[in-house]
């Protein structure tokens, strides 16, 4: 009987301690996180926001989770442009329906011209499968370039859904385009 009692004591008190553990807050409610440096530069990270204090010899640290943000991007323009073409509004930045066409009885080719911008530099990323169209390789590769498809212009430049297997345009799909 005695053994059985000395064993629900430990097993309340293991309870305790996990309890104690899980409901420690670090990092805090407000994302910090504390720590305490001894002289020899190691780090013993505590709960300040529970009374956790370092000791007279121990320096205190402390940082955020999230950290400052960052320098604003340098783009000059993106879109996430649907598999028909159609610019989401709401996903862009100085390029609308107007400055995109997909020429009839093509797969895969969009073309972009009268940009309010010149474009140093374009990266193209397809939409998770899914968010195009038909059937066709699984993960189509863009390629930037001039299309005979789209119309002739100084700033035209036209999008290639490539199927990886053969190299030829393939099925519409939906991307995004970010422009520098």
């Known amino acids: 009987m005695k053994k059985k009692l000395n064993i629900l004591v430990l097993a309340g008190v293991l309870l305790a301690i996990a ?82 066409s997909k020429p009839v009885d093509t797969h895969g080719v969009y073309c972009f011209n009268g940009l309010p911008f010149t474009p140093k530099v374009a990266t193209v990323t397809p939409a998770r499968s899914g968010l195009g169209a038909g059937s066709g390789a699984e993960h189509p590769m863009p390629e930037i370039g001039f299309a005979q498809a789209c119309p002739e212009s100084a700033f035209a430049l036209s999008v290639l859904m490539l199927d990886p297997s053969t190299g030829y345009p393939t099925r519409d799909q939906s991307f995004f385009v970010l422009f520098n």
Do not use: M
């Not at 807050?25 to 190691?42: L, Q, V, W």
């Not at 943000?69 to 107007?98: C, I, K, M, W």
């Open 19 to 100: 309890a104690g553990v899980s409901y420690a807050a670090i990092p805090s409610s407000n994302g910090t996180i504390s720590a305490c440096k001894d002289n020899k530069g190691a780090l013993k990270v505590i709960d300040a926001e529970a009374g956790q204090t370092c000791n007279t010899n121990q320096q205190l640290l402390t940082w955020n989770q999230q950290g400052p943000q960052g320098p604003p991007g340098s783009a000059v323009g993106y879109a996430f442009v649907a598999h028909t073409g159609e610019v989401l509004e709401g996903r862009s930045l100085n390029v609308g329906d107007a400055n995109v």
